[in-house]
């Protein structure tokens, strides 16, 4: 306990300083141990904000350049921000989709990064910005055990309170000053829509709504349920959607929606 106590003045004596986030790593990892950490600022006009990381630089190219490039967009914390999830403590089973685990977005992004398991702190700093602090494991590191999970969520109060306090000023800051260093990404004002504007010539309203569940995971009867339609109903959209788009896999509508984001 009064080592607990003395690392948490630590990270309090670090706010507002350079320190503060590997203060903060140190502090989780005391928790339980993690292999990869990065906190992440949402704004909704503006492409994901890298606060901080503790990727090698070989990893760099596997877990930030995809992400911010346009893969963040069907991020289920990318989404919970998107959707005004509330401040707290989510794990990522608990705000992905029900097929999210072989979506197409997962095999290609996910396995690349070999992460397993990711918990994160969400930070609700306005209605329009928030940051989340994720922590991760990847092959051949287990899932976190659910005593670990329980702890880093007895820690979220502490936890949320100091990611506010620390980055709090990101809220008041113009766009051009809280993206700055993101400059190269894509912008979310180019791309936050196109998972459901993809392919608008070709495809009707509801097919472009089923089309964005479909690349974010979710499968036919979470979507009926989500659009209020028949199973059946979600079944014939995506006959119509392949033959319309003349395809006839998951796996090649999300090449067709990688092929049309925009160019960095």
């Known amino acids: 306990m009064e080592q607990w106590n003395i690392r948490i003045g630590r990270l309090i004596g670090q706010l507002g300083k350079p320190d503060f986030p590997p203060e903060l790593a140190e502090v989780l990892r005391s928790i339980a141990s993690y292999d990869n950490l990065i906190a992440y600022a949402y704004r909704r006009a503006d492409v994901p904000l890298d606060l901080f990381n503790n990727y090698a630089p070989e990893d760099q190219e596997v877990f930030l350049t995809p992400y911010q490039a346009g893969a963040y967009i069907l991020d289920p914390f990318f989404e919970a921000h998107r959707s005004d999830c509330p401040t707290g403590f989510y794990g990522l089973r608990e705000l992905a989709p029900d097929r999210f685990f ?13 992460l397993i398991d990711e918990l994160g702190y969400l930070v609700r700093l306005d209605g329009e910005t928030t940051v989340i602090v994720t922590i991760g494991r990847r092959l051949p ?33 113009a766009p051009q000053d809280a993206i700055a260093s993101a400059s190269e990404t894509v912008p979310l004002d180019e791309i936050a829509t196109l998972s459901h504007d993809f392919c608008a010539g070709r495809l009707t309203e509801r097919e472009r709504d089923v089309v964005a569940m479909i690349l974010r995971g979710y499968s036919s009867e979470a979507i009926g349920l989500h659009l209020g339609i028949a199973h059946g109903t979600v079944k014939v959209h995506r006959r119509h959607i392949y033959r319309k788009l003349t395809i006839s896999s998951q796996a090649e509508l999300f090449a067709l929606f990688v092929q049309q984001l925009p160019a960095r």
Request: hydrophobic share 35%; net charge positive.
């Open 141 to 173: 590191s287990p899932r976190f055990k659910a005593r670990e999970n329980q702890d880093f969520r007895r820690f979220t109060p502490i936890a949320t309170a100091l990611i506010a306090q620390h980055w709090g000023d990101l809220a008041r800051k």
């Open 102 to 114: 072989r979506s197409q977005y997962y095999k290609l992004f996910y396995a690349r990064t070999q």
